[in-house]
């Protein structure tokens, strides 16, 4: 009798405590996007996106546009998501949450204020990517249609993606990198940065995914340099594939001049590299209290395209490609990397963390002040190219038109 | 009499077994003596039988003495015995001498199958079993004669356990019949068959086959002792031995392996288990049996190694599907939406649009309509049996859909639990996964994925509390058996396979000696 009455007490006690966050997937609405804009009268304007589920419906009719936005102004954004239902009618969920874009004004004030509050939130995956909107108000970049990715967020998403898997301009930072190069001294955070072209009103509207040519288009637009939690500056698209090439980049494609003679870029003849595989070493280190940084690249690569005449089934020519393809990457990564250095003297290549494993003393000594050692550092890039395959034809038929012309 | 007959007798009367078929009368309260007074015995039995359509006593002379042949007309053929019977008085009525009962058989029954009766008991269950008993006036003892057969089905196709590259027969109803099947498949004398007789009322054959030279001597006392301890009043089907035998009621797993295949018998009497056979039913159970048992199926042995562990590894993945899949479901869609992929999630989502009921209600609804469409298919006359398959899958798969009670992916998710629960070769294993479906889809319900795991931990436990006949239901896997790995989640190659499960502990471990792996012949002088 005893032993049924605990076993029915505690079936109840089972039952009774159950369900309490259970959540019908007809009463959640699913978050995909934020923007972060400067308040008119608050500190925060808060769009928040999120998808509406009718729309992706195989079997009832498609209505309605895939997103809905939500505009709210705010001291704090944990309140504001809290206090969404001001206008929403479901309970939002902010665990698909894909991309954070961030108004370059409120990175230029510093954007502390509410990282942690994403990072504190459990719903939050730390896996978004953070973007800085150049043009425009963040609250635009939510909105803007596309007929092959009906959600704006995942459309960046995904182009963030392809762009780091095809020419490496990505470069990769979600919240858990961005806040581990916030903390680290030996290191200062990036992002990318996305920039808004067209007009946003025509984009945002369902009847522009009707034509062909695009409304409004967001596109990256190279790097944002980080002092800290503000904004320092920004770096173009071709040094944020030069800062890549320093953080292990995996694929690109790359063009370089065949031969160093013609003077301007447009007398100059091209040869296109794939490189499928990359690897990177950074060592920091110091001689006669001068820090050096040196990167070295070791590249694999295939040609793609050439517009040189030069025979592609001798060695040599392998070899002279090689050379000049060493020397193009060496010469655009140091100038990446001294732009940084004279422009806004923060590491951001992790340059301090590269020491800190391979001297912690010395860098215990420098850390408060590693930027302006960084600053200072003599940069040394040497890059190792080996170049395997020359697609499927070995001649090129241009070889052997300057053949039939020599002769 | 056979060389089956002979082992049979002789096992029977070897272990002294109790329960013969004098005793079961006794408590029917019918005498047990048989007199030499010929009129009395015929009383005696015309009381007995009074009723009875079928029952006959004909009178007739054998050798000059007045006799008696008393049968069910319905157990035998009545043309046989006419011929025999007959012939017997026809040529016995020239001579005139007096002959006692064992001079008669060996004169004039010389072939047939017999057996003496020296007292009423063994009389009326002889009579009972379809003999002829031939009772001569002033003899101490009467003759039964088993006369051609009574009706039976053939040996046919298994209709429940079919396999695509094997033997091809079934056991049937007739425990002799099924018994012939394990012996002429594995031609040892060593091979044992123990017969018994269970249920007050119907007083059923039932016997333990198993071979003496392996079998542990232990598990096979515990099983006579469990069998001789069943107290019940008829038996209809193995199925009513099975409750009696089990180690445990309380328990959605089955604890005796039941099949319909002799090959499958046989591979269990071999590696070291008891067979009971019970007259009358199809089903053959084989003890002790481990939960591993449930997921292989005796084709696996006739395939290639890698296609049977393949096979193999469906059935486990199988197995856990129709166990999880929908509670799994109803955790991730209500409160786990972090742990689905986005799109994956939105999909969902946008199947659900609309629809009324809360994820639960949707699968109790479309599992419970499920359940009874399978009961009414297996229930109905073959006649209708398209009408409610049509409807079923019309109802369930489409109409429930268009009129927005349910979402699509449910309906995979029904329909994909559904299929994977058929994939036990043996189907009463399914029936614990059915059952426990509906309680972790509950558990879901209430805790989401904490739920499920807090059951599937119970559910666990409970297996490690599991015996079969004694042995640990989980054995090889816990406790662990390295030895026996090569035949539980994989099938390694026959020829790999030299030892027979240890934690049988049988009296000969070692099937065979040396590799036997399969080569060329070697060429002499490096070829």
Known sequence: ?407 | MSLFDILFKRHKNKQGNKKTEEELFEQDEISKQYFTNLKKNKNQLKNLFQDTFDFNIDSIKIADQEACVCYLGTMLDKDALTNKVLNAAKSSSKQSLLMDIEEIRDTYFPTCAFEYADNFHKVVWQVLNGYAVIMVDGQKKALALEIGNKEHRAIMEPSTQTIIRGPKESFVENINTNISLVRRRIKNPRLTFESMIIGRDTKTTVAIGYIGNIMNEDILNEVRNRLKKVDIGGVLDSGNIEEFIKDKSFTPFPLTFNTERPDSICGHILEGKAAIFVDGSPFVLTVPSVLTDFFQSSEDYYQPFLMSSFIRAIRYISFMVALVLPSLYVALSTFHQELMPTQLLVSIQAQREGVPFPAVIEIFIMELTFEVLREAGVRMPRAVGQTVSIVGALVIGQAAVEAGLVSNVLVIVVAFTAIASFVSPIYNFSISTRLLRFILILCAAVYGLYGVLLFLIVMVIHLVSLRSFGVPYLAPIAPFKLEDQGDVFVRLPLWTNRTRPTYLYTKSPIKKEGSGKPSPPMQKGGG
């Open chain 1, 1 to 407: 009798m005893k032993r049924k009455c605990l076993l029915i007490l505690v079936m109840v006690a089972f039952v009774l405590t159950g369900c309490w966050d259970s959540v019908e997937l007809n009463d959640i609405a699913i978050v995909t996007g934020m923007a972060i804009d400067p308040g008119e009268d608050k500190k925060y304007r808060l769009t928040l996106e999120y998808m509406n589920p009718a729309n992706f419906s195989k079997t009832s009719s498609q209505q309605g546009a895939p997103v809905s936005t939500m505009v709210q102004e705010g001291n704090s954004i944990a309140d504001l998501a809290g206090k969404v239902n001001v206008g929403a009618s479901r309970q939002l969920v902010f665990s698909h949450t894909r991309v954070l874009f961030i108004n370059e004004k409120i990175a230029e004030e510093g954007i502390l204020g509410f990282l942690d509050g994403l990072e504190r939130s459990a719903p939050f995956r730390n896996d978004f990517n953070i973007l800085i909107t150049k043009s425009h108000k963040a609250e635009d970049y939510v909105k803007i249609n596309n007929p092959l990715e009906k959600v704006p967020s995942l459309k960046l998403q995904k182009q963030a993606k392809s762009f780091a898997e095809g020419w490496g301009g990505d470069p990769k930072v979600v919240l858990s990198d961005f806040i581990d190069a916030l903390i680290s001294k030996g290191r200062n955070p990036v992002t990318n940065t996305v920039v808004l072209k067209g007009d946003p009103e025509k984009g945002s509207k369902q009847e522009s995914n009707m034509s062909n040519g695009r409304e409004a288009l967001i596109l990256f637009d190279g790097l944002a340099v980080f002092d800290n939690e503000k904004l320092a500056g920004y770096l173009s698209l071709d040094d944020s594939r030069n800062y890549m090439w320093t953080q292990d980049l995996k694929q690109t494609t790359l063009t370089f001049p065949c031969h160093d003679h013609g003077d301007s870029a447009k007398e100059k003849q091209y040869v296109n590299v794939r490189v499928p595989n990359s690897r990177t070493k950074m060592e920091t280190y110091y001689r006669n209290e001068q820090p050096v940084l040196k990167v070295n690249i070791y590249t694999e690569a295939q040609i793609i395209e050439t517009q040189c005449s030069d025979d592609l089934t001798k060695i040599d020519t392998f070899k002279k490609l090689e050379k000049n393809a060493e020397k193009y990457i060496e010469e655009s990564v140091g100038r990446t990397i001294s732009k940084t250095q004279k422009e806004y003297g923060v590491d951001i290549f992790g340059f301090g963390e590269a020491l800190y494993r391979q001297d912690y003393k010395k860098f215990k000594d420098v850390e408060d002040d590693w930027n302006k050692e960084f600053a200072r550092a003599e940069v040394v890039v040497s890059a190792k190219v080996q170049i395997r395959r020359a697609g499927t034809k070995s001649k090129s038929f241009l070889t052997e038109l300057s053949d039939g012309m020599e002769e």
